[in-house]
């Protein structure tokens, strides 16, 4: 840095520079830590729109923090999981579809900034028909007297009453 005076109300050195002087500032910020759980998304919607994955954040704060965090995906294999502004260090997005993301996690207070990549499973948990929950009854006469009914259907090994076929 070289510093020149100029303040000419007093004409005393005015125009002259120091001599170079070196000066380092040192960068002592540490950046927020990220961390997180997610939730594997069980829809089978192909589509990005009905899912149910998620992702829950806990951030470490780093210096100079104001304890407020912005939350700006960067990559979204579907549909953006939305931004938060001045947010809390906790937060969980629901809704979020299998695939890829990255997530950009900004200190509003100090500016210092981590970025996580992250992946939420596709793991669709799929309605089974059994056969013994299963009653055919054929039809017999030339109209459309054969029915077939199904007693229950099971998601995830267990009965799931709010499973309908049609």
Known sequence: MIATKTN????VGYGCSTAPYQAVVEDNSTDPVIAYTTETNQSCDTTGQIVNGAITFTVTPGTGTSNLFDYTWNTFPHFSPGVRAAATANQKFDN?????????????GSGCFSTAT?????????PVVEDADVVIVDQILCTADGSITV???????APDPALRLW
């Open 151 to 157: 007693a229950e259907l099971t998601l995830g090994g």
């Open 8 to 11: 000419n109300l007093d004409t």
């Open 96 to 108: 979020i579809g299998y695939g890829g993301y990255e997530v950009r996690v900004e200190d509003t």
């Open 118 to 126: 992250i992946s939420i499973a596709d793991n669709p948990l799929i």
